[in-house]
């Protein structure tokens, strides 16, 4: 199978070159045959909708209302006459079957273009092989990045996240029979004012999921939790399985981690009774808190801890 490069997935915000300014001209890609029901092949109406604004003689704005639309390898391709602004209301999807993106070596990309904006929306493409996500920006009221099950093989590099949730894996274990996460890289990142750093969260009940990954060199500026593996993640305390996790996590390393953490405790590891965190490894972490040492937690977990840590390890 190909190794997919995105450009940028999973992304709420993408800029190649950033404009703010009104536009003249709307196409909305239903009105181009887009159906938003997650089956439909909706790739030519999105192509004819960039037509239209591409050729547009007057700025732009490509609309996606809400609902799920199906793309498969897609190419917006420029030069461009005006501004063109991709504003994202709903989700854009994958194919399930990878074969369907061929060996373009891509999902979505804009090439040779200049002043176009994406705003908003989902990029949602699941059971990732093999995929780089890098050098982008995303600002969003939800996780920058979240990585789903049967995610292998995914590098992360220079993203800079915030506002937002941060970068989570998961939520997990909400079958019974799950993929796992192997194989995650995060590294060379900045989050800057976000709810969450880096984030590994399950549902606590029975799974057979598993979580393998590193998390090495990145900074954080008043992030409210920086590190977290959270194996009772309930949303709003509703409808909460009051079981314990069977998600396995393990072999996780956070690695030469910089920066101010937005509440007193920086570090918060709270593992399944029934399936405790083993291998976890802490080096050289330096988080701050109104320029104090911060404190961390530990329940259900096993590890390693080296270098010059602040706040003191509680593995």
Same mark, same amino acid.
């Given at each position: 199978?190909?190794? $997919?490069?995105?450009? /940028?997935?999973?992304?709420? $915000?993408?800029? #190649?070159?950033?404009?703010?300014?009104?536009?003249?001209?709307?196409?909305?890609?239903? /009105?181009?045959?887009?159906?938003?029901?997650?089956?439909?092949?909706?790739?030519?109406?999105?192509?004819?909708?960039?037509?239209?604004?591409?050729?547009?003689?007057?700025?732009?704005? #490509?609309?996606?209302?809400?609902?799920?639309? $199906?793309?498969?390898?897609?190419?917006?391709?420029?030069?461009?006459?005006?501004?063109?602004?991709?504003?994202? =209301? !709903?989700?854009?999807?994958?194919?399930?079957?990878? +074969?369907?993106?061929?060996?373009?070596?891509?999902?979505?990309?804009?090439?040779?273009?200049?002043?176009?904006a994406v705003y908003g929306g989902t990029l949602d493409a699941k059971e $990732?092989?093999?995929?780089?996500?890098?050098?982008?920006?995303?600002?969003?009221?939800?996780?920058?990045?979240?990585?789903?099950?049967?995610?292998?093989?995914?590098?992360?590099?220079?993203?800079?996240? !915030?506002? !937002?949730?941060?970068? @989570?894996?998961?939520?997990?274990?909400?079958?019974?029979?799950?993929?796992g996460v192997q194989n995650v890289t995060l590294t060379d990142s900045v989050?800057?004012?976000?709810?969450?750093? %880096?984030?590994?969260?399950?549902?606590?009940?029975?799974?057979?999921?598993?979580?393998?990954? +590193?998390?090495?060199?990145?900074?954080?500026?008043? %992030?409210?939790?920086?590190?977290?593996? =959270?194996?009772?993640?309930?949303?709003?305390?509703?409808?909460?399985?009051?079981?314990?996790?069977? %998600?396995? #996590?393990?072999?996780?390393?956070?690695?030469?981690?910089?920066?101010?953490? !937005?509440?007193?405790?920086?570090?918060?590891?709270?593992? @399944?009774? +029934?399936?405790?965190?083993?291998? #976890?490894?802490?080096?050289?972490?330096?988080?701050?808190?109104?320029?104090?040492?911060?404190?961390?937690?530990?329940?259900?977990?096993?590890?390693?801890?080296?270098?010059?840590?602040?706040?003191?390890?509680?593995?």
């Amino acid at each position: 199978m190909a190794k $997919l490069t995105y450009f /940028s997935c999973f992304l709420f $915000l993408f800029i #190649i070159s950033f404009f703010v300014q009104s536009s003249n001209a709307a196409y909305n890609v239903i /009105s181009f045959g887009a159906k938003p029901d997650g089956k439909s092949d909706a790739t030519q109406a999105f192509l004819k909708a960039w037509a239209s604004a591409c050729n547009s003689a007057t700025a732009s704005t #490509i609309y996606i209302p809400k609902g799920r639309f $199906l793309l498969k390898a897609t190419v917006f391709r420029g030069p461009c006459k005006n501004r063109i602004t991709v504003q994202i =209301d !709903g989700t854009l999807m994958a194919p399930t079957d990878y +074969s369907a993106l061929g060996n373009s070596g891509y999902w979505i990309l804009f090439i040779q273009v200049n002043r176009v904006a994406v705003y908003g929306g989902t990029l949602d493409a699941k059971e $990732l092989t093999g995929v780089t996500i890098k050098g982008s920006t995303i600002q969003t009221g939800d996780d920058c990045i979240s990585i789903g099950p049967d995610t292998k093989n995914l590098l992360m590099s220079n993203i800079r996240c !915030g506002p !937002g949730h941060g970068v @989570s894996i998961g939520s997990l274990g909400k079958e019974l029979n799950e993929a796992g996460v192997q194989n995650v890289t995060l590294t060379d990142s900045v989050f800057t004012g976000s709810d969450n750093g %880096v984030r590994i969260k399950s549902w606590a009940r029975p799974s057979n999921g598993f979580v393998q990954h +590193s998390f090495p060199k990145h900074c954080y500026e008043d %992030v409210e939790n920086p590190i977290t593996i =959270d194996q009772n993640y309930c949303p709003n305390n509703q409808g909460c399985p009051r079981q314990t996790s069977g %998600v396995k #996590i393990s072999q996780v390393t956070y690695r030469n981690i910089r920066g101010t953490s !937005g509440t007193p405790e920086a570090v918060t590891f709270d593992c @399944s009774p +029934s399936t405790p965190c083993r291998g #976890i490894k802490l080096q050289d972490l330096k988080l701050t808190y109104m320029n104090r040492a911060t404190t961390s937690s530990c329940k259900n977990i096993g590890g390693t801890s080296s270098g010059v840590l602040v706040p003191e390890s509680c593995l």
